[in-house]
């Protein structure tokens, strides 16, 4: 069984900067595409970013320029860089693994394990 456990969550002031990570445990972490997705209040959960095993990255366009993906597989984690952030940034961030390639990366429905979220607020 995979766990994933995010951490960096926070407040911070719109054009700040926020890393959230994720380490996960439990599986082979370098086959699985790792993503990030989150939630704001009232609204569904929404693609951020992925990283597939082979190393290519994909985002969303309302944070693409902004934020950065990327993975270290030798000590199982991955990190999100989020820079100029934004108060329509503010959300709950979620880690997940797919452990069969990514294919349909951006949908929540792909991912087979997923984090309990980390809170990120970004005041105006």
């Known amino acids: 069984q995979v766990q994933l456990v995010e951490s960096g969550g926070g407040l911070v002031r719109a054009g700040g900067s926020l890393r959230l990570s994720c380490a996960a445990s439990g599986g082979i972490f370098r086959s699985y595409c790792m993503g990030w997705f989150r939630q704001a209040p009232g609204k569904d959960r929404e693609f951020v970013a992925a990283?597939?095993?082979?190393?290519?990255?994909y985002y969303s366009d309302s944070v693409k320029g902004r934020f950065a993906i990327s993975r270290d597989n030798i000590i199982n984690l991955v990190y999100l860089q989020m820079d100029s952030l934004k108060p329509e940034d503010t959300a709950v961030y979620y880690c997940?693994?797919?452990?069969?390639?990514?294919?349909?990366?951006?949908?929540?429905?792909?991912?087979?394990?997923w984090g309990q979220g980390t809170q990120v607020t970004v005041s105006s």
């Open positions: 990283i597939r095993r082979t190393g290519d990255k």
């Open positions: 997940a693994a797919d452990d069969d390639g990514g294919v349909g990366y951006q949908w929540t429905l792909t991912y087979d394990y």
